[in-house]
Each structure stands twice: as C-alpha cells, then as structure tokens.
C-alpha cells in the first residue's frame, strides 16, 4: 500500500532556531501533499497545501514566512518552522494524495512532535 | 459550527464489545474517511467510501448520503483497538473537514 514518511519523528530545539521536516511518499508519486498540525486532544488542522513545482496555498492565520513549505518533487514535500517559538510545539502531520489514483484519498504520515525549549 | 461531528467523543468498551461510532457531516462530499490515530499520534486510513459498505476484518464502515451520516462498527472489540477514531469528509477538491475524533478504550 501507498506509504509516507516523516523525518525526524521527533524533535527538540532551542527558541529562535529553525526546524526542518519531511515527508516523503516512498512508492507513488504525489503531486499535492497536505501539512497538518494537531495540539493535545484537538483534531487536525490544515496548515497548508503543497502543489509539485509551484507556490503552497496556505490557510487563513497560517504565517507563510514562519512556515515555510517546500515541495520540491514528486515524492518530497519539506515544511520549515523558522525562529521557532514555544507556542510552535505541536504534532506536525503531512499527507499525500496519488498522482496516479486519480480519487481522493490521503496517505497520511508518522508525524513529527516538535517541543520548543 | 464544525462541518463533521462524531459521536461518542469518549468510549469505554469490554473486550469482546460490539462498538459503534457515528459521524454526522454538513457539506456536500466526495468522499468519506475513517482514520485511526494511536497513542504516539500516527495517523492510519482505515476506509475510504462514497456509498454503501465496506469491510476490512473486523471493522465494519456504512455511509448513507442522503442523510449525511456514516458509521464506523468494530465486532469483538479488542484492546489494542484503543486509539482515537477520526471521521474525515473531502468535498470536490483539496478540503479536508475532520471530526474532532472518538477516543476508544477496550478493557480486557
């Protein structure tokens, strides 16, 4: 079945660093890939939508400069959280959607905690 | 107003139980999706389905279009069942609307 990766799973950084994060699709190709971040006991939310080749549509109160999304090729989608912030720790979620399958299903990742010290 | 809705927010079932979660959506759909989020927080897809039935083992998902509503069955509930069941609708394009997700816990 279709799989995805995020790399690292986890991750501890100090206030005013940057953190990178991946998600790979590791046996299809995707052409959209989804960035989600989930707080304790809520449900997900759509951070941001990463088109193959062009510009992420971001969500209404989503800061495009703080996070920054990179989806460089068909199977790589990178999601940068710059000058991290305590309040920034969350469970950071991505998933993909089949170039191939034509339907509407997403394959979701691991996720990745991020704490911010 | 959330655009899905699921019920119970909390369930707490014996090993063996027959459990039901139900969703509840607003919006028009192309598909609906049942996920299960284990404590550690991955993310599985469990069914996708625009119509009738599905069935994968003991997991039992129905959707009824006209009246917006599906459900998700587990027979002879088991505790690693335990985990956060999360009820997801995609209308045409790339929204996603989540539930808020059902936290079940089977006792042995």
């Known amino acids: 079945g279709a799989v995805v ?15 990178k994060i991946e998600c790979r699709s590791l046996d299809f190709q ?3 890939m989804f960035w989600y971040r989930q707080f304790p006991k809520q449900s997900l939310m759509l951070m941001a939508t990463s088109n193959e080749g062009s510009k992420a549509t971001y969500e209404q109160g989503v800061e495009k400069d703080k996070f920054l999304i990179n989806h460089a090729s068909l199977t790589l989608s990178t999601l940068t959280v710059t000058s991290a912030h305590p309040e920034d720790s969350s469970f950071y979620i991505c998933s993909a959607r089949n170039r191939d ?5 997403q394959y979701f990742g691991p996720g990745t905690r991020l704490t911010v010290t | ?47 996708m389905l625009s119509s009738g039935k599905k069935k994968h083992g003991r997991l039992i998902a129905t959707i009824n279009i006209q009246e917006k509503h599906s459900s998700l ?6 505790p690693r069942d335990s985990a956060v069941y999360i009820c997801a609708v995609s209308p045409p394009g790339n929204q996603f609307y989540f539930g808020t997700g059902t936290s079940l816990t089977v006792i042995p």
């Open chain 1, 30 to 32: 995707a052409t959209t």
């Open chain 2, 73 to 78: 069955h587990i027979t002879a509930s088991h």
């Open chain 1, 101 to 105: 399958t034509g339907t509407y299903e």
């Open chain 2, 1 to 47: 107003k959330n655009e899905v809705e699921q019920s119970p927010q909390n369930l707490t079932a014996q090993e063996g139980e027959f459990i039901t979660i139900n969703c509840s959506y607003s919006v028009g759909i192309s598909a609906l999706h049942w996920l299960q989020q284990h404590p550690g927080g991955g993310i599985v897809s469990l069914f």
């Open chain 1, 5 to 19: 990766s995020q790399h690292p799973s986890w991750v501890i950084c100090k206030s005013g660093t940057s953190v």
